[in-house]
């Protein structure tokens, strides 16, 4: 059964840091693109950033570039979103996704439950 489970999500003040971590099982995330999602209240889901299946290509939504990094262990079967100079824009439930492509070009076929983000003034 293949499942994503998020954690790491938090409340963070502005200018604080968080790490999200992304736990696969029922795959190997090795074989594939991954990326993180956020949604914030009222409006709809949004890319923030994609790593291909050998972490050799990132991209970064432009809200976010400087200021997040997604990386991955494939050992450990693990994708991890490091996040600093957080701002009160980046409040949202954050997903781990499973899929192909990069960037734009992202296309996603499993997600995770979210983890709560809140970075207060």
């Known amino acids: 059964q293949v499942q994503l489970v998020e954690s790491g999500g938090g409340l963070v003040q502005a200018g604080g840091s968080l790490r999200l971590s992304c736990a696969a099982s029922?795959?190997?995330?090795?074989?594939?693109?991954m990326a993180w999602f956020r949604q914030a209240p009222g409006k709809s889901r949004e890319l923030v950033t994609t790593?291909?299946?050998?972490?050799?290509?990132?991209l970064y939504a432009d809200s976010v570039k400087g200021r997040f990094t997604i990386t991955r262990d494939n050992a450990k079967n693990t994708v991890y979103l490091q996040m600093i100079s957080l701002k009160v824009e980046d409040t949202a439930v954050y997903y781990c996704?499973?899929?192909?492509?990069?960037?734009?070009?992202?296309?996603?076929?499993?997600w995770g439950q979210g983890t709560q983000v809140t970075v207060s003034p």
């Open positions: 996704a499973r899929g192909r492509g990069a960037g734009t070009h992202f296309t996603p076929t499993y």
């Open positions: 029922g795959f190997t995330i090795s074989y594939y693109d």
């Open positions: 790593i291909t299946w050998n972490g050799g290509t990132t």
